[in-house]
């Protein structure tokens, strides 16, 4: 006599639960993937700006992790990379129906985060860069490979195509731009002459904080927290 209603009780709490846990992942996505790079970004220009004798098109976003304001901006690098890390848990979540590698995207988005807050941790100081520069090298190995993978793993889902193309576009520009800021910060490259390493990093972090805010606010509205399947 009893079974209908428990029946219907059971099912209203199940829905209850699974919209809670997608807005929960929502939120968790426009946090990591939105809120943290806009941040990150925000911080890096004001503390470019504030910093008496700074040249952002000539010197590196990691200058201004030492001297005046040097541990602010490096506890916003410790907080963002956390962020991402959080982004790589609900990418997990959201295109573990859509792409077969789901779980290498998100491991190498992990590892991105994981190096950001490594870099800003141990700064260019003389004492520490040998590991701020491991980081860099990491972060920037894993955010290649992670485009790769993701990119070719959203193309294969035709509801996520555009997102594929979208991301492998990203990974020819993030591509193009390290090998440029390599370049650029070799004092006896031509191109090192002209000291634009600074302008260089900072279109590399352009590119790929596009990518990732672009790519947080999809999941963040998108269906349900849910992403679509692949047929």
Known sequence: MTTEPIGRYGASMVRDRTGRDATILRLI????????????????????????????????????????????????????????????????????????????????????????????????????????????????????????VIGLGLWSAPAWRRWGAFTLAMLVLTALLVAFENVAFRRGAPVGSAELGGLAERALWAVSLTWFVALGWRLSIGSGGRAPTRR
Request: proline share 7%.
């Open 29 to 148: 996505a426009f946090a990591g993937g939105v809120a943290g790079p806009i941040a990150f970004a925000v911080a890096v220009t004001i503390g470019g700006l504030v910093r008496p004798g700074y040249s952002p098109i000539h010197q590196a976003i990691s200058d201004l992790g030492v001297g005046p304001n040097g541990p602010a901006l490096d506890a916003t690098g410790v907080a963002t990379g956390v962020l991402l890390i959080v982004f790589a848990g609900a990418f997990a979540q959201s295109m573990r129906p859509v792409f077969g590698a789901w779980w290498l995207g998100a491991v190498l988005l992990g590892v991105r985060g994981g190096a950001l807050v490594m870099t800003a941790i141990f700064t260019e100081a003389p004492a520490t860069l040998p590991l701020h520069v491991t980081g860099s090298v990491i972060g920037l190995s894993s955010l290649v490979l992670a485009l790769l």
